[in-house]
């Protein structure tokens, strides 16, 4: 309403002022004509500044000057600032506001020299009442308040947001450099220094082990202290801390683990199932199981793997004896190794079952594994290693007491009150007796996420991070919060962006340039890895014709049975093929010595699963060199990408120009021609 009020005064002024212009200018020609007529030329004086005309007028031009600066003043009014949201003009308004708001008091009166500044609108309608020599007739507007200045508030850096509420065990984790290592040497007692026995420090040695790496040296003691009572199978009235590491790929986590849960449980007498691993791949718990069994040779511990590759039934026979019905569970195996999937089936359905014994969790890649439920795993796994509360207790049922045990059962120690026709009685001297399992978490690229972290309720937990950044605690701490992972120092990144119409021609260009060979090409998904294998085996064929030796490349992915995959992965660990072409099915953790390039064929999405697959090179100190592929629309994503992780100075730019891609260009122009006859005849086959 105000604003059209004003702006119709304002016209109204306008017109009057514009009516009156012409009326003066129309009297002064007169004027000017007669006085030429009369022969006396004179007039107003240059140099004066006095805005009135002799005859009393004001000066039309210091009178336009003023309207246009009433205009100003009009189209400054808050008012219409409010609705444009433009606060540099607001900033000006104030600004000379303020200016006004110190004047020179000392000629006003007391009434004049009010504190309050009047309202650039009320001023504004004052001066318009002024020009239009009489007043509005509605009253002015005088006390709209200005809004006040915007301020920009605190805008905390990413680094401090990174730190809030940041688990209190996290902001104390143990920062170790990743250069650090120890020898394997024995002490007079025949013990390593970090604890390990003779007898694995000699089978190590066999495996060409000489060394404990950083995340092993740093381990070991808090595992296997010098107090040997806390190396103890049971430890229900202190029952160990739980521990969270992260480090690099290819840094030793699985031997970290491996060595102290078979000196741990090589004390045992009877055979319980006292440590569990958790890995996401069935590839990675065959790893796993082969690294325990190479350490473990000797120490008659008994290990055993279920993925679901085998029948169910095959895979009870081989976990428990189901012929007794025992509360303490039985168990033929001492550690077991496991996707969650079967664990799950196997805590759902096999008698005797139990986890009740365990000392070790071990849940290895354990971002991957947490981010996903598979039947709300954790919490089943979590439930079935703590004793029943009281109320638990007392509500299970019981059979009639008895003065003998029926029959020998085993229940650990946290559990005895369950013992069937044994009455509990429970005093307030009774010391609470909790599980001895000790949970431990692994991964190059472990979360900071607390929901996650609270639901695997973990006990004290110790942090471990591996990283370079100078080893300081803060840049650690730090660096693991922002999710800003650290990469093997041996390996050396490039990017090279191409159309993506180039990828399959650039991939062959690397191949036969650069000379990258034994190599791990990943792909977005299953159905590229096929094609891509296919078009490269035609680009092969036609470019052999040119008496080159053929690159053999394979695919390797979910589409395959687990027996071809398997035989697959051998021969290119044998190295009878080349390159593996695959999708992210064998990104994380799987340990081939010989891979010395990674090829991103297509970008990867994120930083973890950037940071899993470079990383499937530059193993343990070895060198390695990551390739990403990048599409020209996706070089923006995947840059803004490393950079967020600090991590865009390590990632140098490969130029190839389309001369160097030329000489292939003839064999990919007959490969793909014949992929798209392979394709054309396969889709008329299936129309069939
Ligand atoms: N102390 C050591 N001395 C020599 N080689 C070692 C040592 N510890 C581990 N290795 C070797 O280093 C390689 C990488 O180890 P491992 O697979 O445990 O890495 P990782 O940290 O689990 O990697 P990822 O995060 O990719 O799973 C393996 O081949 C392993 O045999």
Same mark, same amino acid.
């Given at each position: 309403?105000?604003?059209?009020?004003? *702006?119709?005064?304002?016209?109204?002024?306008?017109?009057?002022?514009?009516?009156?212009?012409?009326?003066?200018?129309?009297?002064?020609?007169?004027?000017?004509?007669?006085?030429?007529?009369?022969?006396?030329?004179?007039?107003?004086?240059?140099?004066?500044?006095?805005?009135?005309?002799?005859?009393?007028?004001?000066?039309?031009?210091?009178?336009?000057?003023?309207?246009?600066?009433?205009?100003?003043?009009?189209?400054?009014?808050?008012?219409?600032?409010?609705?444009?949201?433009?606060?540099?003009?607001?900033?000006?308004?104030?600004?000379?506001?303020?200016?006004?708001?110190?004047?020179?008091?000392?000629?006003?009166?007391?009434?004049?020299?009010?504190?309050?500044?009047? @309202?650039?609108?009320?001023?504004?309608?004052?001066?318009?009442?002024?020009?239009?020599?009489?007043?509005?007739?509605?009253?002015?507007?005088?006390?709209?308040?200005?809004?006040?200045?915007?301020?920009?508030?605190?805008?905390?850096?990413?680094?401090?947001?990174?730190?809030?509420?940041?688990?209190?065990?996290?902001?104390?984790?143990?920062?170790?450099?990743?250069?650090?290592?120890?020898?394997?040497?024995?002490?007079?007692?025949?013990?390593?220094?970090?604890?390990?026995?003779?007898?694995?420090?000699?089978?190590?040695?066999?495996?060409?082990?000489?060394?404990?790496?950083?995340?092993?040296?740093?381990?070991?003691?808090?595992?296997?202290?010098?107090?040997?009572?806390?190396?103890?199978?049971?430890?229900?009235?202190?029952?160990?801390?739980?521990?969270?590491?992260?480090?690099?790929?290819?840094?030793?986590?699985?031997?970290?683990?491996?060595?102290?849960?078979?000196?741990?449980?090589?004390?045992?007498?009877?055979?319980?199932?006292?440590?569990?691993?958790?890995?996401?791949?069935?590839?990675?718990?065959?790893?796993?199981?082969?690294?325990?069994?190479?350490?473990?040779?000797?120490?008659?511990?008994?290990?055993?793997?279920?993925?679901?590759?085998?029948?169910?039934?095959?895979?009870?026979?081989?976990?428990?004896?189901?012929?007794?019905?025992?509360?303490?569970?039985?168990?033929?195996?001492?550690?077991?190794?496991?996707?969650?999937?079967?664990?799950?089936?196997?805590?759902?359905?096999?008698?005797?079952?139990?986890?009740?014994?365990?000392?070790?969790?071990?849940?290895?890649?354990?971002?991957?594994?947490?981010?996903?439920?598979?039947?709300?795993?954790?919490?089943?796994?979590?439930?079935?290693?703590?004793?029943?509360? *009281?109320?638990?207790?007392?509500?299970?049922?019981?059979?009639?007491?008895?003065?003998?045990?029926?029959?020998?059962?085993?229940?650990?120690?946290?559990?005895?009150?369950?013992?069937?026709?044994?009455?509990?009685?429970?005093?307030?001297?009774?010391?609470?007796?909790?599980?001895?399992?000790?949970?431990?978490?692994?991964?190059?690229?472990?979360?900071?996420?607390?929901?996650?972290?609270?639901?695997?309720?973990?006990?004290?937990?110790?942090?471990?991070?591996?990283?370079?950044?100078?080893?300081?605690?803060?840049?650690?701490?730090?660096?693991?919060?922002?999710?800003?992972? @650290?990469?093997?120092?041996?390996?050396?990144?490039? &990017?090279?962006?191409?159309?993506?119409?180039?990828?399959?021609?650039?991939?062959?260009? &690397?191949?036969?340039?650069?000379?990258?060979?034994?190599?791990?090409?990943?792909?977005?998904?299953?159905?590229?890895?096929?094609?891509?294998?296919?078009?490269?085996?035609?680009?092969?064929?036609?470019?052999?014709?040119?008496?080159?030796?053929?690159?053999?490349?394979?695919?390797?992915?979910?589409?395959?049975?687990?027996?071809?995959?398997?035989?697959?992965?051998?021969?290119?660990?044998?190295?009878?093929?080349?390159?593996?072409?695959?999708?992210?099915?064998?990104?994380?953790?799987?340990?081939?010595?010989?891979?010395?390039?990674?090829?991103?064929?297509?970008?990867?999405?994120?930083?973890?699963?950037?940071?899993?697959?470079?990383?499937?090179?530059?193993?343990?100190?070895?060198?390695?060199?990551?390739?990403?592929?990048?599409?020209?629309?996706?070089?923006?994503?995947?840059?803004?990408?490393?950079?967020?992780?600090?991590?865009?100075?390590?990632?140098?730019?490969?130029?190839?120009?389309?001369?160097?891609?030329?000489?292939? &260009?003839?064999?990919?122009?007959?490969?793909?021609?014949?992929?798209?006859?392979?394709?054309?005849?396969?889709?008329?086959?299936?129309?069939?």
């Amino acid at each position: 309403m105000c604003r059209i009020y004003l *702006r119709c005064q304002k016209t109204k002024a306008k017109e009057r002022y514009l009516k009156g212009k012409r009326e003066r200018k129309k009297q002064r020609k007169a004027a000017a004509r007669e006085s030429a007529v009369a022969g006396n030329v004179g007039g107003r004086d240059d140099g004066e500044e006095d805005e009135h005309d002799n005859n009393g007028e004001k000066d039309p031009f210091i009178e336009e000057e003023r309207a246009s600066q009433e205009e100003r003043e009009f189209e400054e009014c808050p008012l219409l600032l409010q609705e444009d949201g433009d606060f540099k003009r607001l900033r000006k308004r104030q600004k000379l506001d303020n200016e006004d708001a110190i004047p020179d008091h000392s000629h006003l009166t007391a009434a004049e020299s009010s504190p309050v500044p009047s @309202s650039p609108i009320s001023n504004f309608s004052d001066s318009l009442a002024e020009t239009s020599g009489h007043r509005s007739p509605t009253p002015p507007l005088t006390s709209l308040p200005l809004f006040p200045l915007p301020s920009r508030p605190y805008v905390p850096e990413k680094s401090e947001l990174a730190l809030q509420g940041l688990d209190r065990a996290l902001a104390r984790a143990q920062v170790v450099d990743p250069l650090l290592s120890t020898p394997l040497s024995l002490d007079e007692d025949g013990d390593a220094d970090n604890g390990i026995s003779a007898k694995t420090v000699k089978r190590l040695r066999d495996l060409g082990i000489t060394e404990l790496f950083a995340v092993q040296t740093a381990l070991l003691p808090l595992f296997l202290p010098s107090d040997r009572l806390k190396r103890s199978l049971y430890l229900p009235y202190e029952p160990p801390n739980d521990i969270c590491v992260s480090a690099p790929t290819g840094s030793g986590k699985t031997l970290a683990y491996v060595l102290p849960i078979i000196e741990i449980l090589s004390s045992r007498v009877v055979t319980r199932l006292r440590a569990l691993v958790v890995l996401p791949t069935r590839d990675l718990v065959i790893q796993v199981r082969e690294t325990f069994e190479a350490i473990a040779k000797g120490r008659g511990l008994k290990i055993a793997s279920v993925t679901g590759q085998h029948s169910f039934s095959h895979e009870q026979a081989q976990l428990v004896d189901k012929t007794v019905n025992l509360q303490g569970g039985s168990s033929k195996v001492d550690i077991l190794i496991c996707t969650p999937g079967r664990l799950m089936d196997h805590l759902n359905g096999t008698p005797n079952f139990s986890l009740q014994h365990l000392r070790f969790l071990v849940i290895d890649e354990a971002d991957r594994l947490l981010a996903q439920s598979f039947q709300d795993w954790q919490t089943r796994v979590l439930a079935a290693t703590r004793p029943p509360t *009281r109320v638990e207790a007392d509500a299970a049922p019981r059979e009639g007491i008895v003065t003998s045990i029926p029959y020998p059962d085993a229940l650990a120690p946290g559990f005895l009150h369950l013992l069937r026709g044994v009455p509990t009685v429970f005093t307030d001297l009774d010391e609470k007796r909790e599980s001895s399992c000790q949970k431990l978490l692994f991964s190059a690229t472990l979360m900071n996420d607390p929901g996650r972290i609270a639901a695997l309720e973990l006990r004290n937990p110790h942090y471990v991070v591996v990283k370079s950044s100078s080893g300081d605690q803060q840049s650690g701490v730090l660096g693991l919060a922002m999710e800003k992972f @650290s990469i093997p120092t041996t390996l050396k990144e490039h &990017m090279i962006v191409c159309n993506s119409s180039q990828k399959p021609l650039m991939l062959f260009h &690397m191949v036969h340039t650069v000379g990258i060979t034994n190599a791990l090409v990943f792909t977005k998904s299953a159905e590229s890895t096929q094609r891509l294998v296919q078009l490269f085996e035609f680009f092969e064929i036609a470019l052999s014709t040119n008496n080159k030796k053929p690159v053999t490349g394979r695919a390797y992915s979910s589409d395959l049975s687990p027996s071809e995959r398997k035989s697959i992965l051998e021969k290119f660990k044998a190295q009878e093929i080349d390159m593996l072409v695959c999708s992210d099915l064998i990104s994380r953790g799987i340990d081939i010595k010989h891979v010395a390039h990674v090829v991103n064929y297509d970008a990867p999405v994120d930083m973890r699963k950037y940071v899993h697959r470079v990383g499937r090179t530059a193993r343990a100190g070895r060198w390695g060199d990551a390739w990403t592929l990048v599409e020209e629309q996706e070089a923006r994503y995947f840059k803004n990408m490393i950079k967020a992780a600090d991590h865009a100075a390590a990632v140098s730019k490969f130029r190839v120009t389309e001369q160097e891609l030329s000489p292939l &260009m003839p064999f990919y122009q007959v490969a793909l021609a014949q992929l798209k006859d392979a394709y054309a005849y396969t889709s008329a086959r299936k129309v069939k």
